[in-house]
């Protein structure tokens, strides 16, 4: 591995299931359906060759040839599942990785509302954390997206009506608010 890999955030790994090693993912998009037997993950800062996956309960059961019980598995709760960028599959003009829109401005109705500062996986979709002072959260609704600019780094959203009106509620708020 060079210092000039360039990885990809593509999940997080859940919790351990059952006792032979296997891992609960919240999976980050598709990625992982691309990725064949042998690909290289990373995950708790070691390499880690992909055995298989399946689906489970709306995750991604995964086997890591390193990982062969619980405890292995336990161990890396928490933790972070990359991969080379060059091992994923290439992009449509409308698609994205996660970690590429960090650092994007986002444009709601053409004003500019903040800056990405983060993606959150979420459920039934993922978030985009603005780096304003209340750490807004947008829900990733394609429908509401209007313009992908890659060449400017912009987003460009047509939010429903009262959805900025209010950014220190709970509700729109990373961590809670009042």
């Known amino acids: 591995m060079t210092s000039n890999t360039e990885f990809v955030s593509i999940g997080r790994v859940v919790k351990p299931h059952g006792i032979r090693g296997e891992l609960v993912i919240e999976v980050y998009g598709d990625?992982?359906?691309?990725?064949?037997?042998?690909a290289a993950l990373h995950v708790g800062g070691e390499s880690h060759s992909l055995v298989g996956s399946r689906p489970h309960q709306g995750r991604l059961l995964v086997r890591l040839e390193k990982v062969v019980d619980r405890t292995a598995a336990e161990s890396l709760r928490g933790a972070e599942l990359t991969v080379e960028r060059e091992a994923l599959a290439a992009l449509e003009a409308s698609e994205w990785y996660a970690d590429d829109l960090v650092g994007w401005s986002v444009l709601a109705e053409g004003a500019s509302i903040g800056r990405v500062a983060a993606v959150l996986a979420g459920s039934p979709h993922d978030y985009i954390v603005l780096d304003d002072q209340s750490q807004t959260l947008i829900p990733m609704v394609r429908e509401w997206l209007v313009d992908i600019d890659h060449e400017s780094r912009v987003l460009g959203l047509e939010l429903p009506d009262g959805l900025m009106e209010?950014?220190?509620s709970t509700a729109d708020t990373v961590g809670g608010g009042d």
């Not at 990625?31 to 042998?38: A, C, Q």
């Open 31 to 38: 990625t992982l359906s691309g990725l064949e037997e042998n």
């Open 166 to 168: 209010h950014p220190a």
